[in-house]
């Protein structure tokens, strides 16, 4: 049982950047998840943006977000983040935190808990 709450969303100009965090909190430790980040536009379904093992130590990315987005972790904060930088209208969507217990995963069907989303708009 884990609650996640996204924050940091909002609307930036095309190179812009933003910090998005997830706090999560629940009856387990944080730091037995591997966490996941997901966005989804209006129209389209909802895809694989990065994840991060438990550790921090392995990272994956969606190959168009790729040298612009970082995911990183702090445990002994419960909460995980996504820099965004170098911001394109295409990035425009609500990005959802997830997690899921152990390992990492691309695939949104695998994620046991999700957050509310919050919402990113990139103005070109």
């Known amino acids: 049982q884990v609650q996640l709450v996204e924050s940091g969303g909002g609307l930036v100009q095309a190179g812009g950047s933003l910090r998005l965090a997830c706090a999560a909190s629940?009856?387990?430790?944080?730091?037995?998840?591997?966490m996941g980040w997901f966005r989804q536009a209006p129209g389209k379904e909802r895809e694989f943006v990065a994840t991060?093992?438990?550790?921090?130590?392995?990272?994956y990315y969606e190959d168009s977000v790729k040298g612009r987005f970082t995911i990183s972790r702090d445990n002994a904060k419960n909460t995980v983040y996504l820099q965004m930088n170098s911001l394109k209208p295409e990035d425009t969507a609500v990005y959802y935190c997830?997690?899921?217990?152990?390992?990492?995963?691309?695939?949104?069907?695998?994620?046991?808990?999700w957050g509310q989303g919050t919402q990113v708009t990139v103005s070109s």
């Open positions: 991060i093992n438990w550790s921090g130590s392995i990272t």
């Open positions: 997830a997690a899921r217990t152990y390992a990492t995963s691309r695939f949104s069907k695998d994620y046991n808990y």
């Open positions: 629940g009856r387990t430790t944080f730091s037995n998840y591997a």
